[in-house]
């Protein structure tokens, strides 16, 4: 199993913890940039595939690193959307 598969069956794993760098590493995998322009400032991210024309908007967590349950399965269902996972 690669690392890449490793991720998404965590992601999809609700019941495992699931960081926000794990989650810059999957978004980067499937072929999103972070999109550093406008009002993505601060804890504000916003990630886009060009190909796909996608964009996945989220905030960062904080203080801590842990993603939160709603976080996670707003990221699910626009992955599965696209047909990423």
Same mark, same amino acid.
């Given at each position: 199993?690669?690392?890449?598969?490793?991720?998404?069956?965590?992601?999809?794993?609700? =019941?495992?913890?699931?960081?926000?760098? *794990?989650?810059?590493?999957?978004?980067?995998?499937?072929?999103? @940039? *972070?999109? @550093?322009?406008?009002?993505?400032?601060?804890?504000?991210?916003?990630?886009?595939?060009?190909?796909?024309?996608?964009?996945? =908007?989220?905030?960062? /967590?904080? /203080?801590?690193? *842990?993603?939160?349950? !709603?976080? =996670?399965? !707003?990221?699910?269902?626009?992955? @599965?959307?696209?047909?990423?996972?």
């Amino acid at each position: 199993m690669s690392k890449l598969e490793k991720v998404i069956e965590k992601l999809l794993n609700l =019941r495992s913890t699931f960081t926000f760098q *794990e989650l810059e590493y999957l978004l980067g995998k499937l072929g999103y @940039k *972070e999109k @550093k322009t406008g009002k993505t400032s601060g804890s504000r991210k916003a990630y886009i595939n060009e190909d796909l024309n996608h964009i996945i =908007r989220i905030h960062k /967590p904080h /203080p801590g690193n *842990e993603l939160k349950r !709603y976080v =996670r399965l !707003y990221i699910i269902e626009e992955l @599965k959307k696209q047909n990423l996972i």
